[in-house]
């Protein structure tokens, strides 16, 4: 008996993705990426769930039932859950206080050193990469502009 919960889901998703590709059809291709890039895939990930709880296999596995880590204790969950929250919240403030340009590449390098532990030159290769990435897509392609962080605002140097 399928999940009527997640076809629901599913549908409603579906319904909602392929309405919001539909209306894009009328706009500025620069204006529709956007919708196009997250709706499309929405869609068809939506119809894989629909086509999943359908014909799909009615024995539950334990691959497809979610649950938390029960082996570990609980301090240890919540120390990075914290974590998790305050690399965001870091995140955020960063957008905030130096622009989108400025704490993109910080982030991924900040979270590759400290985090990730890993080694400076892997650490600037790929900070290097994602900003130019960042820069070309954004910037040079799409001519989206970032307001400038706080930082800048305050101290008059944008």
């Known amino acids: 008996m399928p999940s009527k919960a997640s ?10 993705a392929g309405w919001g590709v539909f209306s894009t059809f009328s706009w500025p291709w620069k204006a529709a990426l956007f919708p ?3 709706g499309i895939p929405l869609f068809c990930m939506a119809a894989a769930e629909v086509l999943w709880v359908l014909f799909g296999s ?11 880590s029960t082996d570990l204790p609980a301090r240890v969950v919540l120390r990075r859950t914290l974590l998790a929250i305050a690399w965001i919240a870091g ?13 993109v590449p910080l982030l991924v390098f900040l979270y590759l050193k400290v985090q990730g532990g890993e080694r400076w030159g892997l650490s600037l290769v790929f900070t290097v990469a994602v ?3 960042f820069y070309g897509l954004f910037d040079r392609l799409l001519h989206l502009p970032f307001p400038d962080g706080l930082i800048v605002t305050w101290t008059g140097l944008g």
């Open 91 to 103: 995140f955020f403030a960063a957008i905030v206080l130096l622009g989108f340009p400025v704490a």
């Open 58 to 68: 009615t024995a539950r596995s334990e691959a497809m039932d979610f649950q938390l």
């Open 36 to 38: 196009l890039v997250i």
């Open 7 to 16: 076809l629901a889901l599913a549908l409603g998703i579906m319904a909602l």
């Open 131 to 133: 900003w130019a990435i």
